[in-house]
């Protein structure tokens, strides 16, 4: 990989005590190095063959229409309770300092489709595993989850065993 772990800035007690909070912002930044990011997930994303590219709001979106962009393909948005304008299905799920809930418009995508989805960082799981169960909705022929970096104490990946994760960085 082009860039090194150096580009993401570490800001402890955000948003609540106790929490270590990655901030991509110091990684987008310079363009070197989100282009080597943005490189290597098209990379992967080639690799599974998309139909269709998912992403959770709001740090996925920094890297999934991206990647819909170049591909050639649909981008479907996840976003945070009552920001989506028509008909959603709703997903709760617990965060490491409370919870959340997620929606997707019930006409995102069609049937059967395979998927890519994005987000920033593979924490507990738990919101990826939310995201997931919207997505189950369609039916979806397969399911890959791409993140650009890995909190790998907090085992995350053991919600998602039965899908191809892929992560640039393990922290």
């Known amino acids: 990989m082009q860039f090194e772990k150096t580009k993401i800035r570490t800001i402890d007690d955000f948003p609540t005590p106790g929490i270590k909070f990655y901030d991509i912002t110091t990684l987008m930044n310079d363009r070197e190095a989100y282009r080597a990011?943005?490189?290597?997930?098209?990379?992967?994303?080639?690799?599974?063959?998309?139909?269709?590219?998912?992403?959770?709001?709001?740090?996925?979106?920094?890297?999934?229409?991206?990647?819909?962009?170049?591909?050639?393909?649909?981008?479907?948005?996840?976003?945070?309770?009552?920001?989506?304008?028509?008909?959603?299905?709703?997903?709760?799920?617990?965060?490491?300092?409370?919870?959340?809930?997620?929606?997707?418009?019930?006409?995102?995508?069609?049937?059967?489709?395979r998927l890519l989805m994005v987000d920033d960082v593979l924490a507990t799981g738990g919101s990826m595993a939310a995201a997931v169960k919207l997505v189950d909705h369609f039916q979806p022929a397969e399911i890959n989850l791409l993140f650009l970096m890995e909190l790998s104490a907090l085992k995350g990946?053991?919600?998602?065993?039965?899908?191809?994760?892929?992560?640039?960085?393990?922290?």
Request: charged share 30%; hydrophobic share 40%.
């Open 37 to 113: 990011v943005m490189d290597e997930m098209l990379t992967i994303a080639r690799e599974v063959n998309p139909e269709v590219v998912v992403a959770l709001e709001s740090r996925g979106f920094f890297f999934a229409p991206v990647i819909a962009y170049e591909l050639g393909i649909p981008f479907v948005p996840v976003r945070k309770k009552g920001k989506l304008p028509a008909e959603t299905y709703r997903e709760t799920y617990n965060l490491e300092y409370g919870t959340a809930t997620v929606e997707i418009h019930k006409d995102a995508m069609p049937q059967g489709k």
């Open 157 to 171: 990946r053991d919600k998602l065993k039965k899908f191809k994760t892929f992560s640039l960085l393990q922290l």
